[in-house]
């Protein structure tokens, strides 16, 4: 029984620093080409791996003459001449008598009428991206042209309490009864320690003996009562005579 060995060798492109892998369609060694440089010409000069440039040569092996001035060897750039060589009389100008600038379309510079204005109605600028100037491109127009905008600014509203309190018949009953509270306070005095432990005694007994829509509502309406005081107090100083305040009408609601 006889076993055959095949053997595959993987080559690379045989074009200058290339390092990419032979394409399946080049299966000859001289024609060892990756599949970018399938349809490129390698040079002709003997041991040259350069790519063929212009009749079967490379740059460096004839594809360009040289120029033609003594002792010179880079390749022409203007007729006969490498770039240090021409003259730079031989230069093709402006066909209008005395101009002396380089030609931009059908012989004539851009002053003269070899660029294109642009197409935009009534603009004198010259093209400079397809047929429109830079500013027409971007969609700009003269400052001159675009009108102001005056907007007109809503005075601002200012609240010095949420509605929810306003509307409450906390507030409408602690409003009517302002002057009454303020002869009651002159007359015994500021809220002490005991008058504040009383206060909440008072305040547990009447709140246990409450329905469930009751404390629903007097949680809600006390929740909304602290979340105002929270935030006057983050703007604004404390203010004591409100708080006693708020103890008297309490205290008056009570009884």
């Known amino acids: 029984m006889t076993t055959q060995t095949t053997t595959h060798t993987t080559t690379t492109c045989v074009f200058k620093d290339c390092t990419q892998p032979v394409h399946s369609s080049f299966p000859s060694s001289s024609l060892s080409k990756c599949l970018f440089h399938r349809n490129r010409s390698r040079c002709e000069a ?145 809220p002490d320690t005991l008058d504040w432990a009383i206060l909440s005694d008072l305040v547990a007994d009447s709140t246990a003996t409450d329905t469930h829509a009751d404390k629903a509502a007097a949680i809600e309406e006390t929740t909304h009562s602290k979340c105002w005081s929270i935030h006057c107090q983050q703007e604004q100083p404390h203010n004591k005579y409100a708080d006693d305040l708020e103890i008297w009408d309490a205290l008056f609601y009570v009884m």
Do not use: E, W
């Open 46 to 190: 003997p041991d040259c791996s350069n790519q063929a440039y212009a009749r079967n040569r490379c740059v460096r092996h004839g594809a360009k003459q040289t120029c033609v001035a003594d002792g010179c060897t880079q390749n022409r750039r203007l007729g006969l001449f490498c770039s240090k060589h021409a003259d730079a009389d031989s230069k093709k100008r402006c066909s209008v008598t005395g101009c002396d600038k380089l030609p931009h379309a059908r012989g004539l510079c851009v002053r003269h009428g070899g660029g294109r204005l642009c197409k935009a109605p009534d603009c004198t600028s010259h093209a400079r991206i397809g047929l429109l100037c830079a500013r027409h491109f971007h969609g700009l127009t003269s400052p001159s042209t675009s009108p102001r905008q005056v907007v007109a600014v809503a005075p601002l509203n200012i609240v010095t309490s949420p509605p929810f309190i306003r509307t409450s018949p906390t507030y409408r009953a602690a409003a009517t009864s302002v002057p009454m509270l303020i002869d009651l306070a002159a007359t015994m005095g500021m």
